[in-house]
């Protein structure tokens, strides 16, 4: 088992087929590391007893249980959670990977709307499941980049970004109904027109919760062609790396126009760029990335290529999904940055990204995502993900990680540097009025209730609905 372990480490396929692993391992508190023998270990935020739940009866006796002898209740689905939350010291772990369903509704219709081929998702399926699946139909649907994701659980109930959010919105902007067990053991319907409150909250709050979520109901779309661009540069270091972070920065407008999304990467020493043009056209996204190509045609590229796709699911498995390594000890913290700024101060935001990137330590990374804007700017759906998302441009991420057995005071230096770079992307994400991407947030951010919320307002209403619909704090 050890030896097998030590294989299999850093695939999060097998990292999520383990009932008590995290896809960021920090948060299991490892106390000993599995590639140093004779090391004594203990259980760590491991929790000590689970429930493999494949049945909505497993579920609501969970909760009866852990209510009856009161219990510490986690859920967990893949474990791709940065801020820890899918698990605790003492607590027992509620684990719904097993619970896979899909089914494909031909027309759905309820609160009155009439939509076809709405996507019926239980509460273990992942995106690359998903994709793979909808892939037959000819379709798609809006969700995450790694295919090892759960589809209906933090990631949908925290707000969604994805690589297609600037075409159809935010995951959770596609959200019709959700079928939950709440506290109370009662298993309930929540969408538009039902649980109208429970909805509102489920739609961006937070996963994990207000209720453990059975199943999730999601638009789906015809599966866009793509025109596909894919940069990657190696080596890149000094002073050319702070002009070809200038030249990025400033391309952003132009691909935002051209209704380009994607995502760039400045590593220690290299850097890569993956954008995508729904629908485009060749000839015009040739015209698009001229000019930025012939800016840095000194660079010594390891790949270039700009090709089209047939469809959403080819480019995923072939460019997304083999680039999404798990595993590590990691703390990050982000930042929306507002269309305006984007497009009137790319100096200033370029300056930002270079000095936080020559500010880092343990080779920390910037990544970028270009998935505001768009739709997501024009979609005013009632829900609770924080509206900083609707006047943003771009989600930037700074993110760290350490050797194992790095002691205690070491990582809180690491944390608190994490903290403090975060700071300086606040610089060019409109100041103490910024938001963050509460998946992809620092947890130890000064003023969460407001940077992953946005608004007072939006905290207020969560925390009443909370108080609501779980008075005695089942769900933390």
């Given at each position: 088992m050890c030896a097998l372990a030590k294989t299999q480490w850093t695939n999060s396929s097998w990292r999520i087929d383990q009932v008590g692993t995290m896809q960021s391992y920090n948060w299991e508190n490892t106390s000993c590391s599995v590639f140093i023998e004779n090391s004594t270990c203990d259980q760590g935020a491991v929790?000590?007893?689970?429930?493999?739940?494949?049945?909505?009866?497993?579920?609501?006796?969970?909760?009866?249980?852990?209510?009856?002898?009161?219990?510490?209740?986690?859920?967990?689905?893949?474990?791709?959670?940065?801020?820890?939350?899918?698990?605790?010291?003492?607590?027992?772990?509620?684990?719904?990977?097993?619970?896979?369903?899909?089914?494909?509704?031909?027309?759905?219709?309820?609160?009155?709307?009439?939509?076809?081929?709405a996507i019926r998702l239980s509460a273990g399926v992942e995106w690359g499941e998903v994709y793979s699946w909808l892939n037959e139909h000819n379709l798609t649907a809006i969700g995450g980049s790694s295919g090892t994701v759960g589809s209906v659980g933090g990631y949908l109930q925290g707000g969604g970004h994805s690589i297609l959010s600037r075409w159809k919105g935010l995951s959770t902007d596609n959200i019709l109904e959700f079928d939950v067990v709440t506290a109370d053991g009662q298993r309930q319907t929540a969408n538009a027109c039902q649980n109208k409150d429970l909805f509102w909250a489920l739609a961006g709050g937070g996963?994990?919760?207000?209720?453990?979520?059975?199943?999730?109901?999601?638009?789906?779309?015809p599966s866009p062609p793509l025109i596909v661009f894919l940069w990657y540069i190696s080596p890149l270091n000094g002073t050319r790396y702070d002009n070809f972070i200038r030249d990025v920065v400033k391309f952003l407008p132009t691909l935002a126009d051209g209704n380009w999304s994607g995502y760039f990467s400045f590593y220690d020493a290299s850097a890569s760029l993956a954008f995508i043009c729904p629908y485009g056209d060749m000839n015009v996204a040739n015209a698009t990335i001229s000019g930025f190509i012939q800016n840095n045609t000194d660079l010594d590229l390891t790949k270039e290529v700009l090709f089209s796709s047939p469809s959403f699911y080819p480019f995923f498995n072939t460019a997304l999904e083999p680039n999404n390594p798990t595993g590590g000890n990691v703390l990050l913290g982000s930042r929306l940055?507002?269309?305006?700024?984007?497009?009137?101060?790319?100096?200033?935001?370029?300056?930002?990204?270079?000095?936080?990137?020559?500010?880092?330590?343990?080779?920390?990374?910037l990544i970028g995502h270009l998935i505001a804007g768009g739709q997501v700017s024009k979609i005013n759906n009632d829900t609770s993900v924080n509206p900083v998302w609707r006047t943003s441009l771009i989600h930037i991420i700074y993110g760290t990680g350490w050797p194992d057995l790095t002691s205690q005071a070491d990582q809180q230096v690491i944390a608190k540097h994490v903290t403090s770079q975060v700071q300086i992307l606040q610089r060019i994400a409109g100041g103490n009025q910024s938001g963050c991407y509460m998946n992809e947030a620092d947890p130890n951010e000064p003023n969460w209730q407001q940077k992953f919320f946005g608004t007072q307002e939006n905290y207020d209403r969560l925390k009443a609905i909370k108080n609501a619909v779980d008075p005695l704090g089942l769900f933390i």
């Open positions: 929790p000590v007893l689970a429930v493999n739940a494949t049945l909505p009866e497993h579920v609501q006796t969970t909760i009866q249980f852990v209510q009856r002898y009161n219990l510490r209740l986690v859920i967990k689905t893949s474990g791709h959670d940065f801020l820890g939350r899918s698990t605790a010291y003492g607590a027992l772990l509620l684990w719904v990977h097993y619970m896979k369903n899909m089914t494909l509704i031909d027309i759905y219709t309820g609160c009155g709307n009439v939509v076809p081929n996963g994990g919760t207000f209720a453990v979520v059975l199943n999730a109901v999601l638009r789906t779309y940055i507002p269309e305006a700024i984007v497009h009137n101060q790319s100096d200033d935001v370029a300056q930002a990204f270079i000095d936080v990137r020559n500010n880092r330590i343990n080779q920390g990374q």
